[in-house]
């Protein structure tokens, strides 16, 4: 649509856009061109729900299980990554839904599609480590994702990029507590 000067102001047909609009209210943000394959988005992003949730799970035990010297502040540090990982899984789900799925929140499906594991406990140090080796998992897992939805849907890029900021910050602070334990880092 051209202006009196013979600017064009929009990268498309305006008037189709409104009419595309207009025709497809069921879809709700989903427009036409937002994904190519909307049900390979959703699969995706159930394997990333999936993940979070078993983190969740994971931080919060270990924040219960944890004992020893300094058995509170590294509870607290456990606590504080499972209300991040909890604030990930609903901004994902968030997203399924937006995207016409439904978010799959059922146990028995959590093993499988989850990138990372559960855990099997143990000393604190043992802990610190499973939850450094799951987090370097999660960050390789986001990465992947991201690059999928580069140019497929921004906006659920934007999201996995904000949700692996937060990881490689539970990374660092894993790795930290293990310098701290030993006096070096553990992983070259």
């Known amino acids: 649509m051209d202006n009196d000067s013979g600017e064009n102001y929009f990268l498309r047909d305006v008037k ?11 879809d709700g943000a989903v427009t036409d061109g937002a994904l190519a394959d909307a049900a390979r988005s959703i699969e995706l992003l159930q394997s990333a729900l999936a993940t979070e949730i078993v983190c969740v799970l994971r931080y919060t035990m270990n924040s ?20 991040d990982e909890r604030e990930h899984m609903m901004m994902i789900a968030n997203r399924i ?6 978010p799959d929140f059922d146990p028995k499906n959590l093993a499988s599609r989850s990138a990372t594991e559960y855990g099997q406990g143990g000393s604190l140090v043992e802990m610190v480590k499973q939850n450094l ?18 140019s497929r849907d921004p906006t659920t890029r934007l999201m996995l990029e904000r949700i ?4 490689e910050e539970h990374a660092t602070d894993m790795h930290d507590l293990l310098v ?6 553990m992983l070259k």
Do not use: M, T
């Open 97 to 102: 839904d937006q995207l016409g799925g439904e």
């Open 133 to 150: 080796i799951a987090e370097r998992i999660a960050i390789e897992h986001y990465r992947d994702l991201i690059g999928y939805f580069s």
């Open 180 to 185: 701290a334990h030993e006096g070096r880092p």
């Open 16 to 26: 189709a856009l409104r009419q595309a609009a207009k025709r497809s209210l069921d």
């Open 164 to 167: 692996l900021g937060d990881e």
């Open 64 to 83: 219960i299980s944890v004992a020893g010297i300094s058995s509170k502040g590294i509870a607290a540090e456990f606590q504080e990554h499972a209300d």
